[in-house]
Each structure stands twice: as C-alpha cells, then as structure tokens.
C-alpha cells in the first residue's frame, strides 16, 4: 500500500508543520532531521492520534483524515517497546488479534507464524520482562505487525539497545520489511542507520521537507546547505561560474579552477559553493591543473582504516579522510585533489554578484 501526505498542515503556537511526500507500496521510507523538526508530530498525524489542520493523509489511493486510528489498519512500534508486563509473549502478540476478536486456532497459527518471522519460536509462554532488550523490542515489532497492518510505522524503535544489537536488529528489520513488501515510515537519529535501511529519505527542517532522495541523492547530491550538513562533514569552496559544457561546469576561486559535474543549470557569474566530502579527497603530489587545494598541514591523525587531515587554505580550513596510512607533518604544504564527479555545487547557496 502507499502513503502520501500532500499538504499536511498542524499548528501548534509555536511550531508549525507542513510536510509532503509518499512512501511507495514495499518501500522504507525514514525521517530525518534535528530534535524538535517534527518527526514524532508527523508519525503520529498518520496513525491518526494527532488531526491535522489542512491537507490530505491517503493510503492506497483513499483518504483516511477522517478515520480513527484503528481503521487505518497502522502498525506502530515506538522505542521504549510499551509491551504488557504483565502478559506474557503470546499475548502480548496476540493483543490486537483478541481486540479484533480471532478466533483461538487462527490467532494460535498466527502468533506462531509471527515468533518465526522475528527469530524468536517457542517464546510464547515467555514473560516479557525476562527477555533482552532486542528480544523485547522483536515482540513489539511481531505485536504491530500481528494484524497484518497496511502501514508500518516505527519512531527510533532500536535507540534504546547497544550499538552491536542495533546493528544486527535493523538488518532483522529490514529483512522483515522486505519479506512482507510493508511499506514503512521510520525515525531515526543515527545516520548510518538511516542510510542502511532507507529506500528514500525526507530530511525535515524547523516542519518542513528540506529535501527527499535516496541516500546517495541526500549525501551527494544535496539541493542545500542544511542538508549537506545535517548528512555529513563536508569542505566548502565560494567559487565562481565561468561556463557551463553540458553537465560539466567550470568555475574559478582563490585557489584556482575547478570542474564539477552538475546537471542544474546555472547562470555564468555566478557566486555558488562547491562541495567535497572528506572522503573523496587525494592527496596530490604536487599541485597541478584543476580541482586542487594547497595548505598548511594543522594536524594529521592516523585512525586505522584512514588518515584524517586539515589543512588550513585560503578558503578557510579543509579537511581529507584518506584511506590507510599518510605520513604528514604539521607545518608542511601539501595539495588534496578531487574529480569533477565527486564534488557538487550547491545551487541554492548561490548569488548573483
Ligand atoms: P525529536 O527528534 O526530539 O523526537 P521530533 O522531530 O520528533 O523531535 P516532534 O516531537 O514532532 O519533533 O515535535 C516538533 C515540535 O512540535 C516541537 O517543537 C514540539 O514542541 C511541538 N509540539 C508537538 N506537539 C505539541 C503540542 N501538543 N502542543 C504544542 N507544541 C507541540
């Protein structure tokens, strides 16, 4: 089933928010953005707890505004697990089931369908406050997903667990989603997990969408400042457009030329920053020809898997994540390079002079 929210709109006297998107029928799609960008808000408009102002909630091609949050058919799984102490596993799975009133074989067969899907057979007769952590939080996810519902919803479901389990957890997660093809709102603040399991991410700023993309659209292709930001560190360049070849543009800045594949079209003169994640940076021998800048060594921090290097330019202060080991001494000049296709322009930073 799809989901689309076009236009919702929700006042609060201070805070207002006003989102757009659709998550795809089998797609994850995750919310992103700082504390207090209305994430939660947005989940719970589409379970129904929270009505909105303005604006359409469909799922599957229906509108739903008006309908309670039980017939929204929504499964929810929130972080601190909020199972029934004092029930034990089987019931607590089958707690929607009993609600809707299947029969004792049917809710049996079903209860024993979803402790396989979660790894976890035979925990039936198990009291929830003996399980782990991950275990508990298995439960909550097979007890929002026991009434087969059409819209899967989790807000940060595995911040609460060590790094190791959430690792192993969000691969269980996604398993399970793409097994069910459920399509999938999630929240999260960890990046890496946001990137692991997303098919799209909307990246929400201060109540709106600031940007939406796969991973690899938000992290190299950023459309602002704010998103660039929020994915990651990155180097930035004031550059000036000089020409535009098809998707290559040309620019010049103190340090010199440079040449970014860019697709947008922009005016020649223009101000623009350019973008360079540290990862894509080099280390050049010497400094020749375009895309290059030149420093003074600041420090230079071996980190195992890569060397981490800041260079003061220019420009300001640029830094390099090199992979394996560079020997660099404070003080000494040295040039970092990059190539067209692994740069960006950010187009809305940009100025007509
Ligand atoms: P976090 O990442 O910290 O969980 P979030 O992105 O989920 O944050 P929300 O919890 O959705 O953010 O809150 C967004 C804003 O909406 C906050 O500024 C909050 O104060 C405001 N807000 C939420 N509910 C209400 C309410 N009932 N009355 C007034 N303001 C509210």
């Known amino acids: 089933m799809s989901l689309t929210l076009r236009?919702?709109?929700k006042s609060y006297p201070d805070f207002e928010i006003d989102v757009s998107f659709t998550a795809e029928k089998g797609e994850l799609l995750t919310l992103r953005g700082p504390s207090g960008c209305g994430k939660?808000?947005?989940?719970?408009?589409i379970a129904g707890f929270?009505?909105?102002?303005m604006g359409e909630i469909v799922i599957d091609?229906?509108?739903v505004n008006e309908q309670p949050p039980y017939m929204r058919r929504v499964g929810l799984v929130f972080q601190d697990y909020a199972l029934f102490p004092n029930m034990n596993v089987f019931s607590n799975i089958a707690f929607g089931l009993r609600m809707q009133g299947w029969n004792k074989t049917d809710t049996e067969k079903r209860v024993k369908y979803l402790l396989n899907l979660i790894h976890l057979p035979g925990y039936g007769k198990r009291n929830v406050t003996e399980l782990s952590g991950g275990e508990q939080q298995r439960v909550a996810l097979?007890?929002?997903?026991a009434p087969g519902p059409r819209i899967l919803l989790l807000d940060e479901p595995l911040?609460?667990?060590d790094a190791r389990l959430r690792k192993d957890l969000r691969s269980e997660v996604k398993r399970i989603q793409r097994e069910l093809k459920l399509t999938t709102v999630y929240v999260t603040h960890d990046q890496e997990e946001a990137f692991a399991l997303s098919d799209k991410i909307v990246v929400m700023r201060e109540g709106h969408v600031e940007q939406i993309g796969n991973a690899s659209d938000v992290y190299n292709k950023?459309?602002?400042?704010f998103t660039a930001d929020f994915v990651g560190m990155s180097n930035k360049?004031?550059?000036r457009l000089i020409r535009q070849n098809g998707e290559t543009a040309e620019l010049e800045s103190s340090e010199g030329r440079f040449s970014v594949n860019f697709p947008g079209k922009l005016k020649t003169g223009l101000k623009v920053t350019i973008l360079v994640r540290p990862e894509k940076c080099v280390l050049l021998k010497e400094k020749k020809g375009i895309n290059a800048v030149t420093g003074m060594v600041r420090n230079c921090e071996y980190l195992g898997e890569s060397t981490y290097l800041e260079i003061s330019t220019k420009n300001g202060m640029f830094t390099a994540k090199l992979p394996g080991k560079v020997s660099c001494t404070a003080g000494e000049t040295v040039s970092i390079g990059f190539s067209p296709e692994d740069c960006w322009i950010l187009a809305n930073d940009s100025f007509e002079l």
Do not use: C, F, M, W
């Open 50 to 53: 929270i009505y909105p102002d």
């Open 61 to 63: 091609g229906q509108r």
């Open 222 to 225: 950023p459309e602002t400042r």
């Open 40 to 45: 939660t808000t947005t989940l719970h408009i």
């Open 142 to 145: 097979a007890r929002a997903l």
């Open 7 to 9: 236009s919702v709109k």
């Open 237 to 239: 360049i004031n550059a």
């Open 159 to 161: 911040s609460a667990l």
